[in-house]
């Protein structure tokens, strides 16, 4: 279930990649049915034993066909990195933990129900939205991001690991509200963009049906952001609950989950055009 918009041609690059990260995971799944030793290449004798904490930790358990959409994952990130700019973190633990379980800590702030709809505003390389997708199977995912190379790059991953329920759109924040069904939408919108909380929110609140939740990633504390957001999250129709404050994983790294719940109807005029909420947050 994907939404393209005009079709472009993939440069040799590109194909390269696509065709490698779909002939290395078929080849890997033919030689395990055969009963050979399955062939990998970035992924091969790497440990899982952090990241399998990391989930047991999270209450997450993955089969072992999810956890294999994982690894494929990282294979394509690692690839399609190799000529565009997806991620300055490509070591294979960093990656498990930094990205992947990172994603997944959204639990701590959110329990994903079956059918519930998510959109993920500014996804990049796809994080976290389709660590959820992989996860928690059931849920309806739109990936939302503003450059097309990464939208490309996100469809061969949801080809490649045959996901379903899921798509990638090309298209800003300000504009693809617009469309019908868009607007209060979603149950969930999630960002791990790098943005003040006013400015996401502005983005991120219109997609959200009344009761539903923003929950954007933020590193550190955040008293300091709720306060200069206040106003924002007034305008908007959100209101702020307890943060959720945590430390990955095998690091020292202190994250934050903002549970922003929506309680009323966000204002027409919101978002506004396009740079806006960036340049000029609502103070």
Known sequence: MKKKTAPEKMDAAEKKAAADGAGRCMRGTEQTEKGQKEQVYHTEGQDLTVFRSGLQALGIALS??????????????IQWNSFMNLTAITEFQEVMVKHFLDSLAIVKAWNPEDGAKVIDVGTGAGFPGIPLKIAFPELEITLLDSLNKRVKFLDTVIETLGLQGIRAVHGRA????????????????????????????EYCLPYVKVGGLFLPYKSGKVEQELAEAEK????????????????????????????????????????????????????
Do not use: C
């Open 64 to 77: 072992s066909r999810q956890e294999e959409q994982f690894l494929q994952y990282y294979e394509l990130l």
């Open 174 to 201: 300000e504009e693809l509200v617009k469309q019908p069904g868009e607007r209060e939408g979603y149950d969930l919108a999630v960002s791990r963009a790098v943005a003040n909380l006013s400015t996401l929110s």
């Open 232 to 283: 924002a999250l007034k305008v908007l129709g959100g209101q702020w609950e307890r943060p959720v404050y945590f430390t990955l994983e095998g690091t020292d790294m202190e994250r934050s989950l903002i549970p922003v719940r929506k309680g009323k109807h966000t204002p027409k005029q919101y978002p506004r055009k396009a740079g806006t909420p960036g340049k000029s947050p609502i103070q």
